[in-house]
């Protein structure tokens, strides 16, 4: 599967944050663009769920039926729990629920209509790491291969700790990210191209 975060305005916040940066780490970030539509499930949406992590965030359309019975929402719920739950370090066994929903998930849709999708490209759901402030998605590589083209790729450094409140908003006066380069061309055979045009580092405030 193919990893990534759907960009609320928060750029690089969610995505460094789901891969635990700690100072001095250095991570090469890439932006994507959609150019073909696709068709995404979603797992993890729940209001009651959302209504605890983060009150302050709408709830996402389209993640629930309009005349849910009972027993759609004890099941919806459950799985909103399951999926959304931390997993320690050492416990990675506990993933194998969240592996069996993804699949099932991603089962074949039954529709006889063949000019509309016949399957889903991957699941959407919310971040645990910034307190459901943007949601992750997980695409096929089929789908990453026809449907999105890299954009640019930028080097970056943790030059500090950062705190973030309850909002997921970054607090303090060094909540930076140091930019020390970027790419914007790519080689067929997968390599980066960086400009290394200067050795100055900039420096931009996280959203």
């Not at 509309?116 to 291969?145: M, R, S, W």
């Not at 083209?149 to 500090?160: E, N, Q, S």
């Not at 930076?176 to 405030?205: C, K, L, Q």
Request: hydrophobic fraction near 40%; include cysteine; charge should be negative.
């Amino acid at each position: 599967m193919f990893y990534g975060t759907i960009d609320a305005g928060n750029e690089y916040a969610a995505c460094l944050y789901e891969c635990h940066r700690k100072v001095g780490d250095l991570f090469a970030v890439s932006h994507w663009s959609i150019t073909k539509p696709f068709l995404a499930n979603h797992l993890g949406y729940s209001r009651n769920l959302i209504r605890t992590r983060n009150p302050s965030r709408e709830f996402p359309e389209g993640t629930e039926l309009p005349n849910q019975t009972n027993r759609g929402r004890l099941i919806r719920e459950w799985q909103s729990r399951v999926f959304t739950k931390l997993v320690p370090e050492g416990s990675e066994h506990l993933y194998q629920i969240t592996n069996a929903l993804t699949s099932f998930a991603l089962s074949p849709i039954i529709q006889p209509d063949k000019s509309l999708p016949q399957e889903f490209a991957g699941v959407i759901y919310p971040t645990l790491a910034v307190n459901f402030i943007d949601d992750n998605i997980a695409l096929l590589p089929k789908i990453v291969d026809s449907s999105l083209a890299l954009v640019d790729v930028g080097l970056i450094r943790i030059p500090a700790m950062e705190d973030i409140t309850s909002e997921g908003v970054v607090k303090g006066e060094k909540n930076y990210i140091e930019i020390v380069d970027t790419a914007h061309e790519f080689r067929r055979d997968g390599r980066i191209v960086w400009n290394r045009e200067s050795t100055a580092m900039s420096v931009s405030p996280w959203r």
